[in-house]
């Protein structure tokens, strides 16, 4: 289910301008408040660039009967939203793996 996006969106107008760099996770709507919790927002955010714009957008497809919802990250510094997307990455992955021994614990 895991599938972050990468990719630059150019102004069409204004060809000197430079380009925005986006990265989009899928997440499920129940882990959404534990991932993007305010404090590690402000966290990453001061140690990387203060520039970068974290949003959350809400999608119509569901994956086993939950819905899914977008954390999107987006700067114009390419490096630093490459940074933050590794983060996320490994908050993600983290997230994942504290759920899994849970699971397994409690299974037993």
């Known amino acids: 289910m895991f599938a972050p996006k990468c990719y630059k969106v150019k102004s069409p107008k204004d060809r000197k301008k430079g380009g925005v760099y986006t990265v989009e996770f899928p997440l499920p709507a129940c882990m959404v408040r534990?991932?993007?919790s305010d404090k590690w927002v402000k966290d990453t955010s001061d140690k990387y660039v203060k520039k970068i714009k974290f949003s959350l957008q809400k999608t119509d497809s569901n994956v086993e009967g939950h819905p899914i919802?977008?954390?999107?990250?987006?700067?114009?510094?390419?490096?630093?939203?490459?940074?933050?997307?590794?983060?996320?990455?490994?908050?993600y992955n983290k997230i994942v793996a504290?759920?899994?021994i849970i699971k397994s614990s409690s299974e037993e």
């Open 69 to 91: 919802m977008v954390f999107v990250i987006s700067g114009k510094h390419k490096q630093s939203v490459i940074d933050v997307g590794y983060a996320a990455a490994e908050r």
């Open 98 to 100: 504290v759920v899994k």
């Open 34 to 36: 534990t991932f993007c």
